[in-house]
């Protein structure tokens, strides 16, 4: 994604710096490393319930925070000999260089048993696209919905709105007292697909219009997808002062602050947001369109794979099968406030409970997760589009004939 000069230099920094597969641990024990893009603090206590019931295994997690260069360090790991035993994949198309360069273990119900009680469709994204083989532990399902601060609402007089016309009319009322409605920024262009997606995705008919354009029945510059990202220029208003230059760390920061009301994201953010803004009590809503109400969008997020160097095979599958299981996935959901994708777990925490509600009866296929192919891909070209869209350099048309061009050469 970057010059090929630029990736070169950037994979020999990664070979000088990675963190060992091999850390020194107590003698006597077998340490599996698992590499990731999210903090390690978390998976070191969910971890340390694998280790207690194994206490001949050390699990070494590392973290990467800089979450866009993870592909780059982890491709870069897996190529050489000091790539970890274990490590997060990214979903459906992103996990394709790596299972088509050879780097992954196959895995099998006869390893990992709890594979056989996913969900297709969510095991469908650790899945080879020519071979049909799994190569990862589906690890997350993300929601897509508008985060907002209780309290900035109740002393507003503002409630989760109901319609379209209710959502603007409470943008106004935050506006005229200095609040800011929306903390949302285009300097990172990942997040406005995200973002569009989460306004729009009613407009353009959810899973239905997603299935007409893989057939070829209709385009991206369809007038109703061109209507559905066009709510962003709609809603700029409402967004911070020159957004253009505002990035997701800024707008994390305006609504831990108090200094914004509401913050369009995914369900990541209610762990982010409860241990960096604990005063801030937090509500979730699906925003309603001009048309009705809205849709819930939602995506499988990454999955565990096993390294195929690995020296530690027969462990690191023992803790693969482990991570599959139900033990694992109310672990995950209650350290990390976010969905399990092990199937059978249910979410303790009330808010989880009413987005878990809400997503399966309005929910829908985040649209950038099925469209995510090719060099650049569609994801990567349309994030770009939307930007120069925000700048009004491009209509919202253009921008969606930029994704159909893109489109082209792959679907």
Known sequence: MRLAAAA?????????????????????KITLSVWGWGPDANYDKMFAEYEKSHPGIDVDARAFTTATEYDTILSTGLAGDQGPDLAWLRAGANLQPLVEAGRLLPLDTKDVPGLAAYDPNVLSYAKGDKDGKVYGVPFAQQTLQVIYNKKIFADNGITPPKTYDEMISSAEKLKAKGIVPFAFGGKDDWMLPIVASIFGTATWGGNEFLADVKAKRKKFADPRFVEGIDRLNKLKPYFPEDMAGVSYTDAQIL??????????????????FGENAKGVELGVFTPPTPEGPGLMPGFTDGSYGVNVKTKHKAEALKFAAWLASKEYGQLFTDTLRTFSAVPGVTPKDPLLSEVSTTFGQHGATYFM?????????SAAVFSKALQEMLLGRVTPRQAAEQLDKSVSGWL
């Not at 070169?8 to 006597?28: F, I, W």
């Not at 200094?259 to 995914?266: Q, S």
């Not at 997760?369 to 891909?377: D, V």
Request: with cysteine; aromatic share 12%; glycine share 10%.
């Open 255 to 272: 609504f831990s602050s108090g200094k914004a009301a509401m913050f369009p994201g995914g369900l990541w953010e209610l762990n982010f």
């Open 8 to 28: 070169v230099a950037l994979a020999m920094a990664v070979t000088a710096c990675a963190p060992s597969a091999t850390p020194r641990t107590e003698e006597g």
């Open 369 to 377: 997760n099925e469209f995510a192919y090719g060099n650049p891909s």
